[in-house]
């Protein structure tokens, strides 16, 4: 799970638990979604499930069988808290012939895959990439994720999400194209331009890469 992502699991669940007059978050009608979530925070020690002793005396309390039910921790508590509150991270600012480039939670998430796949790809992430990945900083106001990024690093990330489009899907390709006007585009489907470059010893891939 996402930073952002555990930030807005953290959110909804102290909401609701401060609307509930047992301090218990119920299990509710997104119950799949909402134990997935929960389960993401539990391993993480932000959050607690209650044991079948609670369960029983949350049972009573609502005149109903209650099988699921958690809270945030306090440390859970604390890092909702110090998101809120703490400093604002420090806005990166572009070197020479770097962009800010700004990526929403998914796309970050399939950036963090593409480099993390480098020693398994025969068309690696640019040099410099898995780099900048690391060091992206998350602007809470925005709720984007801001790196800095040369041209070709930023045609390398497009081809990260064109693999991810070919396998899952092709929403975060389509909107860093339509954002950044980049497009990673296979021989024979669209205009020629330079591709990705292959690992040394291998051979080049079939098709011409990102363009403008």
């Known amino acids: 799970m996402s930073r952002a992502r555990v930030y807005d699991a953290l959110a909804v669940l102290w909401e609701r638990q401060q609307a509930s007059e047992h301090g218990w978050v119920l299990e509710g009608p997104e119950r799949i979604s909402q134990r997935e979530g929960v389960a993401a925070l539990e391993r993480s020690g932000l959050a607690e499930l209650a044991d079948r002793v609670v369960r029983a005396e949350l049972s009573a309390w609502e005149g109903r069988p209650v099988r699921w039910a958690a809270r945030l921790t306090s440390s859970g508590r604390d890092v909702l808290a110090y998101h809120r509150h703490g400093p604002a991270p420090t806005r990166p600012e572009p070197g020479p012939g770097q962009t800010l480039v700004e990526l929403r939670s998914a796309q ?105």
């Open 108 to 212: 970050m998430d399939v950036a963090r895959v593409f480099v993390s796949l480098a020693d398994h790809l025969r068309v690696p992430p640019a040099d410099g990439l898995a780099e900048q990945v690391r060091a992206a900083v998350h602007d809470r106001a925005l709720a984007r994720w801001l790196l800095c990024l040369t041209r070709g690093q930023m045609e390398s990330l497009a081809y990260g999400l064109w693999l991810h489009g070919i396998t899952r899907s092709v929403a975060e390709a389509n909107r860093f194209g339509r954002e950044y006007g980049i497009v990673y585009r296979p021989a024979g489907s669209g205009p020629p331009a330079t591709a990705p470059a292959p690992r040394r010893g291998t051979d080049a891939p079939e098709g011409t890469g990102a363009s403008a």
